[in-house]
């Protein structure tokens, strides 16, 4: 499969490119990026300038901010190219349900991929879980924004999901390991005053049999960083931890493996388009939509890329 890569920025570099040259059955020909190229491959502005030098590519993988990726993932499907989206799969729910369809009527498959699914410890998770009854859950997802997110302005702009971003990870843990699907019954979303999107967040959820489920997102964590589910069932409690990466039951660890995430997806990715399917589940994306549909907003300082900025 002939790849070409769309945002040559920081998921780009640090896993894409490493994960696309471990994959068997999967090459990289070519990129399109604004300000960025790889010595030795075919680079281009855009997607469209791509598309039309480069008529043997298979499929294409955008690395682009969500709310700029609808035209650029028409432009791949209508030229007839499987594609591979990172999360969230767009800023809207219609336009990835518009993106489904459009990749059904190609005949092209659309991956729209949750890359913390692929964490070590979920599929074990999910299994474990599967048959007991859930009593609670906690979802707590705090990390430093200047750490992973350096200088990123769109993650703050209408449609970058602030905190949700990284949150996003976390539900679509939980949605994959939790028997019963998740119902958002209210939220509060912490904006810093000069930034469009939240820095904190409380979701309360419920699953549909009536089990409570509480989320805290907080990007203003420096020092060690927290990624941690935890689940109360009628037989014993597990947490997930490490973004997923650590399994604990009843206080033992049962599993701790290195990440392998974007490997797994592209493995997956190209098994998908052997097997002329495709994967887009919108269910995380969903209950982020839900918990700003009801959200209450509070205003909290003002953020600044480098605290010294704020003096
Ligand atoms: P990033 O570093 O900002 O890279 C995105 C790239 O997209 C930019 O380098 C830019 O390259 C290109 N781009 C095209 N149009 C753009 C626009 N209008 N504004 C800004 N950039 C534009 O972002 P990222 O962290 O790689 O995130 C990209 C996606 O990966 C997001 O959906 C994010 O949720 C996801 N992701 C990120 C991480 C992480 O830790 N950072 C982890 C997992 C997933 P050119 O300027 O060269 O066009």
Known sequence: ????????????????????????????AAIASRHAGLDGLPCYPTIDALLAA??????????????????????????????????????????VAALGRRAAAAGVTL???????????????RRWLAGRE???ARITWKE???HWHPGQGW???????????PGINAL???TAILPDPLLVARSALHFPSNRATPIAAEVDMVTAAGAPVAMELDWRQTGPQTWDISV?????????????????????????????EYRRLYARFVELVAAGESDVDMSPLMLVADAFLVGRRHVVEPFFDAPEMAT
Not at 111 to 125: I, K, L, N, Y
Request: contains cysteine.
């Open 232 to 260: 109360e069932t009628d037989d014993g409690a597990l947490t997930l931890s490490k973004g997923g990466a650590v399994l604990t039951i009843d206080g033992a660890e049962q599993l701790a493996e290195p990440d392998e």
């Open 54 to 95: 480069e008529p043997g590519i298979d499929a294409v993988t955008l690395c682009t901010p969500p709310d700029r990726r609808f035209a650029q993932a028409l432009a791949a499907l209508d030229a007839g190219k499987h594609l591979m989206l990172e999360k969230p799969p767009g800023a809207t729910l219609a336009e």
């Open 144 to 146: 430093d924004v200047r």
């Open 111 to 125: 991956f729209a991929t949750w890359h913390s699914r692929e964490a070590a410890a979920v599929g074990p998770a």
């Open 172 to 174: 679509s843990i939980a």
């Open 1 to 28: 499969m002939k790849l070409a890569l769309v945002g040559l920025g920081k998921i780009a570099r640090d896993q894409h490119l490493p994960a696309i040259e471990a994959t068997p059955g999967a090459r990289l």
């Open 134 to 136: 859930i009593r609670s």
């Open 155 to 165: 993650i703050w702009e209408p449609g970058g999901l602030g905190v949700f971003d």
